[in-house]
């Protein structure tokens, strides 16, 4: 199901790497936050000239009184556009990702998302987000499966 997601919503991963500048710091920041996560990777041969890496977490909504969450909510947090096979997509502090530490105890399960041209691949990728004030983690990511 993720993968028809992936590869049916294009105009999706565009608005959500639009939307990454709103999640990635308070409106009263002077200064964009700084990572508190970075995903080093790669992929295999680009299916166009670039793409876009995609980084999103889950948010549980609606949950019932029994703790079961009623629907699920990916949310971009991070994006950048490559032009190689290789990345390194920072991911910033935010409440966004605070939410998604929260909610999973301090894990956060990212998905990485790739999409060039009429292509994408994804990847799940569990952190644990330094803690404010800290450096970053650094998190090399398995290679990405092949483009479908």
Do not use: C
């Amino acid at each position: 199901m993720r993968s028809a997601r992936l590869l049916g919503l294009a105009t999706t991963v565009v608005m959500a790497a639009a939307a990454v500048p709103l999640l990635a710091a308070p409106a009263d920041a002077a200064q964009p936050a700084k990572p508190v996560v970075i995903f080093i990777g790669s992929v295999r041969k680009l299916p166009a000239r670039t793409a876009t890496v995609v980084v999103e977490v889950q948010l549980d909504l609606h949950v019932s009184a029994q703790g079961i969450p009623r629907e699920i909510e990916d949310i971009a947090v991070s994006a950048e556009t490559i032009t190689g096979t290789d990345y390194d997509v920072p991911v910033r502090e935010s409440v966004t990702l605070r939410e998604a530490e929260r909610q999973g105890h301090g894990h956060v399960n990212f998905m990485i998302l790739v999409r060039s041209g009429h292509s994408g691949t994804l990847w799940f990728v569990p952190a644990v987000p330094s803690a404010p004030g800290q450096p970053p983690v650094v998190v090399r990511v398995p290679r990405m499966p092949p483009f479908r």
